[in-house]
């Protein structure tokens, strides 16, 4: 804060386990990179090479390192782990983790089908040497997960070794946790709500009427991801009050 005011909602520091800010990276350039660390590094935790872009970005190590020394855990989409397992390649997409020095990785199955046990044994055995952050829910339009075993696969999954779930939403924003038209999906939302502790989850919200939801309903330290690069400075201000869209949340009730 360039001067401080009464009534911003107080922020948890970095490294934080809760009020994550995960930024979706799909393809910036080294430089654009190192912008990003100047203008957001300090207000984002993990930044995620959106799909299989870790296979055909250029520079990859020194993009890398600049996250890394922007104080930013930057890992692997989940889209990449599915490239790997569809390919009966789990051993190899271990073997690129650790060819990178990755400490997080994130393990999906939104687009291919993969059997929940063989997901979970996937979790177990990456949670031994990495965090690993698993992600619920379908990419494929039309897909419809029940909203019990949403909470079951979430439950299961976090018992397995995860460290956090992701609630699935694109970086679209219309489908998993959210309807066609970008709106919440309000039943499954809640479901979730009420069953986990919400420290566990990161909600993705990659749309500013759904980071607005999620801060309104949770609060200004809610695990948001799927942010573009352009946004987490936006979304920064919308958590503390700094916007109009929040601005009265936060201040006393008169």
Not at 117 to 135: G, Y
Not at 161 to 189: H, Q
Request: charged share 25%; aromatic share 10%; hydrophobic share 45%.
């Amino acid at each position: 804060m360039n001067l401080d005011i009464p009534h911003i909602p107080s922020r948890i520091k970095k490294p934080r386990e809760s009020g994550l800010t995960m930024m979706m990276d799909k393809g910036l350039s080294v430089r654009e990179a190192e912008d990003f660390v100047m203008s957001s590094g300090e207000f984002t935790d993990f930044v995620k090479f959106g799909f299989g872009t870790a296979l055909i970005a250029r520079d990859l190590e020194a993009k890398l390192q600049v996250y890394r020394e922007g104080n930013i855990r930057p890992y692997f989409g989940g889209t990449l782990f599915e490239i790997f397992f569809v390919r009966n390649m789990f051993e190899d997409f271990r073997k690129f983790i650790d060819r990178y020095d990755l400490d997080l990785v994130e393990v999906s199955d939104g687009t291919v089908t993969i059997d929940h046990d063989k997901k979970l044994e996937c979790i177990k055995i990456l949670s031994e040497d990495v965090q690993v952050l698993s992600e619920v829910g379908s990419k494929i339009s039309g897909v419809i997960i029940p909203v019990d075993l949403w909470v079951s696969m979430m439950r299961t999954e976090l018992d397995a070794g995860a460290w956090k779930v992701i609630a699935e939403a694109r970086e679209s924003g219309t489908i998993g946790i959210y309807n066609p038209d970008g709106s919440a999906n309000v039943e499954l939302i809640q479901d979730i709500t009420g069953n986990l502790d919400q420290h566990d989850v990161i909600w993705e919200a990659p749309l500013k009427d759904q980071q607005v939801y999620f801060i309104k309903m949770l609060g200004p330290n809610v695990n948001l991801g799927n942010i573009a690069p352009s946004e987490v400075f936006a979304m920064e201000a919308l958590r503390l009050g700094l916007r109009g869209d929040t601005l009265m949340n936060f201040l006393p009730v008169i």
